[in-house]
């Protein structure tokens, strides 16, 4: 009898929960469940007992286990339930020409897909989005048709890179018939496995189920104790019944060493080495382990084997019968031979060249002070999992560091902790690891000083502690004798940019006017200039601030890219000012650079803003499909991040999409979790974030005064800037000319009228609009049409499809309906164009009641493709690359890639030939 093999009893409400899980997937529906008890609870037994549910129905199920003596490897749970099926299965999976890289990403966390593995050209958190959702898609394949069911057990012991991807799942349910069940113990399982899904606690037996279990052999009085001493949890009942009729142990975890001390010498050791080996373990590294010769090894399994202590497993590798097992085997070493026995498996695994990360597990517990090599593995390890599994790179860092002696480049080593810290979310842990480089650091080493403290106030403001990280670069700046000195400038434009944030223009002026324009650093000169247009126009120097767009434009256009990668926070302050002065095509093509120079830098710190921005001008440009993604990304890194800051940064855009896209429920939620989150209250975001909220509740009919008065407060705190205010002037005159209240509307459309620039003609075409919603009739018309002309030299299609609406409206509203189609139309194709759901439909309703019979539009193509995926999957029909796709719709290579992958999902194909196949099969 063993946890597998044994009769199941009780249970009948697990069970239940686990039939209706499988239901649900045979019915083609995604579900996350969770079983979770102490150990010995008997959920082994029942994720078995799940497994032969699923075969009745015809549904797969792949198993994996994390392992308690192997928690830092990345994914291992993953790679243990998925590896030997990928290796089966290779030719059914993403090749080299599968969109976003999936096959690369992939090839990172799976070795059977090894082979396709290419370096890959993001090593920031994006990476690791984008992998998670690789993940995904590739479990959403494995499940179609039939279904498929994955068991991840004693995920306590999961790796930080499992969790995240187990909540990124929680959150993006793939539209499969996947079924995935987690099994933890509460008490050691990390905050961040609270996910959705259900959640199924397993207890103990009743007395009278754990003597339905032991079976009738066993007398009435040996249950009674056999219960005693186990507490009713099933394994260690079953590990007690083993033993011979006496004195039972003294708890019930004693059991297990009873079991052990039964063994004979050799299998004894080999079992210690076995554990120490590794939770799948090959005969020959317990023979390295125990120090035996291989023969002796195999007898001893034979023993451990038929005492059901060890199971045989795939490819001639073998495995305990439970991960108590093996505690138990491990702690029955001595310390000493533990350590012995881990130095064996490291130079062996040395010999056959493995893979860093596989030393590494032995090498931190075996390695001695002052160990060079050892430190070597654990840096190389480090390193070889950072882009994918930052958090178990810390840890191995934090390894080495543990055995370096103090030398330069320990230095070097905690900088590098500290960014990998960052990027996993763990500011905490990062910023006094930052600190603790700027105490080591020399007093008069001012150039390597001024980057620590640059870091650490870039830290600060992830951990929404702005005032820290101004603290910490006024304190280093006044310790450099001479303020002019190069070493003084990247404290002070890091200080430039907190002074944005605040809203404080002047200061953030005044410390511009103190740096030096002819810097010998040409990356600090073109740094310096990137952030002289948005202090000039934060200031409402328009003219001035238009100069200094052009001044830095010219400067970057002489400065190599090499020169630019340290400064790339100052080039996300140049591209949003070049939003807010109109400079959009400009803006776009630099985002999309320095985007891409940041993901290939691992800056991930700077890209959430990077890509807010991003998402913020797709919106004003009228490409919402492709702004919608860039703020999902930038939300999603802010998760990884755990950082406050950064997520109301992405939720403030996501609100506006959502908004513009006819979510309206989805903005005001988004808007609102920003807005009351309590970060970056007095700050740029959270003004960002209530100028969403306002501006959704204001698109669906309902206009908040307190929301209202919010938005003004933040504009005449200068922490809204006037392209934001400009907008939701034009706003308010709609919503309350919708709400038949004209005076309220022409107070905010006079004050639209007040806000024009002559400088940005823009700036003219969204006050003539904000005009025409308070006026009527034949002004209303001209107005309305004068706006759109405007607005669509400006490239804002969406607001120019906006003018030509109203300009139909008041047409009809006017009885001339036939004058209004022409508008109405082109408004309806616009709207359609930009994914501008909300506002096509609106389109519809007034043509039709401007008379024209209208046809009730799909909202997707074929299969569920997008428009833009539609055209997308044609031009990869008709032999267009990727590139060559964006360079035709003047889209980047990224969201290309994106909406391929979409498209890949819906269409059930996974390589370019497979959806030409598709789509010739549909016409």
């Known amino acids: 009898m063993n946890d597998h093999s044994a009769p199941l009893v009780g249970r009948r409400d697990v069970l239940n929960d686990l039939r209706g899980s ?13 079983l979770v008890g102490e150990p010995g609870a008997g959920k082994t037994r029942l994720l078995a007992e799940l497994e032969r549910l699923a075969t009745e129905r015809g549904c797969r199920t792949l198993w994996g286990r994390a392992a308690e003596f192997e928690q830092v490897m990345p994914f291992s749970a993953l790679v ?32 059977a897909l090894g082979a396709t593995a290419e370096p890959s050209d993001d090593v920031s958190a994006l990476a690791r989005y984008r992998l998670y959702r690789a993940v995904a898609q590739l479990l959403a394949r ?58 199924v606690t397993i207890g103990p037996l009743s007395e009278d189920e754990a003597g339905e279990l032991l079976g009738p052999n066993v007398t009435r009085s040996r249950k009674k104790a056999l219960y005693d001493a186990s507490e009713g949890y099933p394994f260690y009942l079953q590990a007690l019944a083993r033993i011979e009729a006496g004195d039972l142990p003294g708890s019930k975890t004693d059991a297990l060493a009873l079991e052990l001390r039964d063994l004979s ?85 040395a010999e056959v060249d493995a893979p860093a990360p596989l030393r590494a597990v032995h090498v931190e517990r075996s390695a001695a002070f002052g160990d060079r090599d050892a430190v070597d593995v654990l840096v190389t390890a480090a390193r070889q999992v950072a882009t994918t599994a930052p958090a178990t790179s810390a840890h191995w860092l934090q390894a080495a560091l543990g055995l370096l002696p103090d030398t330069t480049d320990r230095l070097d080593l905690l900088l590098e902790l500290a960014r990998n810290q960052t990027v996993s979310g763990r500011l905490t842990e990062a910023r006094n690891t930052a600190y603790e480089v700027l105490r080591l650091l020399p007093r008069d080493d001012y150039a390597r000083r001024a980057q620590a403290a640059r870091f650490c106030a870039l830290v600060e403001r992830l951990l929404d502690r702005p005032g820290e990280g101004r603290a910490v670069l006024v304190s280093e700046l006044r310790e450099i004798p001479e303020p002019r000195l190069p070493a003084a400038l990247p404290m002070r434009l890091r200080l ?57 434009q010219e400067l970057a256009e002489a400065t190599p890219e090499i020169h630019q990668l340290a400064w790339m926070d100052t080039v996300a302050w140049m591209c949003w000012s070049e939003i807010w002065l109109g400079r959009h095509r400009p803006a776009l093509a630099r985002f999309e650079r320095a985007i891409a120079a940041v993901k290939a ?83 740029w975001p959270g003004a960002q974030a209530r100028f969403a909220y306002a501006t959704a509740l204001a698109n669906s009919g309902r206009i908040d005064e307190e929301a209202v008065a919010a938005v003004e407060e933040d504009f005449a705190g200068d922490r809204l800037e006037e392209f934001s205010m400009l907008a939701f002037c034009e706003t308010m005159a709609c919503a309350h000319a919708a709400r038949n209240e004209p005076k309220e509307s022409v107070a905010w459309a006079e004050r639209a009228a007040a806000m024009v620039r002559p400088e940005l ?163």
């Open 22 to 34: 499988l239901d649900a997937i045979v019915s083609g529906e995604f579900r996350l469940l969770a």
């Open 80 to 111: 243990d339930a998925l590896d030997g099926h990928l290796e089966e299965t290779r030719h059914e999976h993403p090749g080299p020409d599968a969109p976003g890289h999936d096959a690369q990403l992939l090839a990172s966390v799976f070795p």
């Open 142 to 199: 494995i499940a179609r048709p039939g279904g498929l069911v994955l068991v991840l057990d004693d995920v306590h012991w999961a790796d930080d890179a499992t969790v995240e991807f187990l909540d990124h799942v929680s959150r993006h349910s793939p539209k499969a018939p996947l079924l995935v069940v987690v099994a933890y113990r509460p008490k050691q399982a990390p905050p961040r496995l609270a996910l959705g899904g259900a959640r």
């Open 265 to 349: 010498g050799h299998a004894l050791i080999v079992a210690q080495g076995a554990a120490v080996a590794a939770d799948e373990f090959e005969a020959g590294l317990a023979a390295v382990a125990a120090k035996v010769p291989l023969a002796t090894a195999l007898d001893a399994l034979d023993e451990l084997v038929d005492r059901d202590l060890v199971r045989p497993g795939a490819g001639g590798r073998f495995r305990f019968r439970h991960p108590l097992v093996r505690q138990a085997a491990y702690e029955s070493a001595k310390a000493g031979w533990r350590l012995s026995a881990h130095r064996r498996i490291a130079e062996r695994l």
């Open 496 to 552: 430039v940019a907190e002074s944005l944030m605040r809203g404080d223009h002047r200061a953030g002026q005044a410390v511009l006017d103190f740096m030096p324009d002819d810097s010998d650093d040409p990356g600090l000169r073109l740094a310096i200039a990137m952030l002289r247009p948005m202090t000039a126009y934060a200031g409402h120097r328009v003219e001035e601030a238009l100069g200094h767009i052009a001044a830095a």
């Open 601 to 683: 830098t691992g800056q991930t710190f700077i890209l959430t803003n990077m890509l807010a921005g991003l998402a913020r001008l797709n919106g004003v440009l009228g490409r919402i499909p492709e702004g919608q993604i860039a703020a999902e990304e930038s939300a999603e890194i802010a998760l990884l991040l755990n950082s406050g800051y950064a997520r109301v940064v992405a939720m403030a855009q996501q609100s506006l999409l959502a908004g513009a896209a006819g979510d309206d429920e989805d903005a005001i939620r988004l808007g609102h979790e920003a807005a009351t989150s309590g970060v970056s209250v007095s700050e």
């Open 761 to 923: 003609e823009l700036t003219d075409g969204l006050a003539r609009l904000a005009r025409a919603h308070a006026t009527v009739g034949a002004e209303a018309e001209e107005l309305a049409l004068t706006a759109a002309e405007i607005l669509t030299r400006a490239g804002h299609r969406l607001d120019a499809g906006r003018a030509l609406l109203r300009a139909g409206v008041a047409c009809v509203d006017g009885g001339r309906k036939r004058a209004a189609l022409p508008h109405l139309e082109a408004a309806h194709e616009i709207f359609t164009a930009c994914g501008a759901r909300g506002m096509a439909a609106a389109a519809v309703r007034e043509q039709r009641r401007a008379g024209k019979r209208v046809a009730a539009a799909r909202a997707t193509g074929a299969h569920g493709l997008t428009g833009r995926e539609l055209e997308i999957a044609r031009l990869v029909a008709e032999g267009c690359s990727n590139q060559q796709i964006a360079t035709r719709l003047h889209i980047s290579v990224r969201t290309v890639e994106t909406h391929l992958t979409r498209a890949f999902e819906k269409l059930g194909v996974t390589s370019r030939g497979g959806m030409t196949a598709a789509l010739g099969q549909l016409g």
